[in-house]
T-cell receptor, first 110, second 114 residues
């Protein structure tokens, strides 16, 4: 099993839709979790950190489920500009060495 | 807004040649990361520095790749000799500290080996 797994998609959704992505991780001792957004041929940009209590920023909500070892990202009221690849990052248990998932592609269409 | 600087932005080199990439992290950021990203994949960590010390380089192909951060500020990643399979985007990122590990990325260097 890979350390960090994501469904590559693409997820094709209409504007205004709600979409959710999951990211599973294998090391139960992992401590830090993040979501990044990456536009085509650009660098990743930090979207949000994922805390044990969850995290919400406008239309974006991130959750951590330690029991099932996954993090999730929910996007409400999707915009065309949300089209991008969403990368999850999980740091190895007992250290802060990051592992990226392969990313989930989101395409929001009119 | 402070940014991570990288140069060059693009590099074309022939196989067996040497190539070097430079990264200047955000001022005050103690942790620096070098990644390689192949199209359609997530970034793969090559080396992580805390100040001038290597935290992890387990995925760095040490027979041909080397990285240094001599004064704990800017960093250089070198490949010698380059191989066709090294064609990829090389990304540098920095964070305030190992435990404050929100990373900020530079624009990357796109390497093409011919």
């Amino acid at each position: 099993r890979k350390e960090v797994e994501q469904d590559p998609g693409p997820f094709n959704v209409p504007e205004g839709a709600t979409v959710a992505f999951n990211c599973t991780y294998s090391n139960s001792a992992s401590q830090s979790f993040f979501w990044y957004r990456q536009d085509c041929r650009k660098e990743p940009k930090l979207l949000m950190s994922v805390y044990s209590s969850g995290n919400e920023d406008g239309r974006f909500t991130a959750q951590l489920n330690r029991a099932s070892q996954y993090i999730s990202l929910l996007i409400r009221d999707s915009k065309l500009s949300d089209s991008a690849t969403y990368l999850c990052v999980v740091n190895k248990g007992g250290s802060y060495i990051p592992t990226f998932g392969r990313g989930t592609s989101l395409i929001v269409h009119p | 807004e402070a940014e991570v600087a990288q140069s060059p932005r693009y590099k074309i080199t022939e196989k067996s040649q040497a190539v070097a990439f430079w990264c200047d992290p955000i001022s005050g950021h103690a942790t620096l990361y070098w990644y390689r990203q192949i199209l359609g994949q997530g970034p793969e960590l090559l080396v992580q520095f805390q100040d001038e010390s290597v935290v992890d380089d387990s995925q760095l192909p040490k027979d041909r790749f080397s990285a240094e951060r001599l004064k704990g500020v800017d960093s250089t990643l070198k490949i010698q000799p380059a191989e066709l399979g090294d064609s990829a985007m090389y990304l540098c990122a920095s964070s305030r500290a190992v435990q404050r590990d929100e990373q900020y990325f530079g624009p990357g260097t796109r390497l093409t080996v011919t």
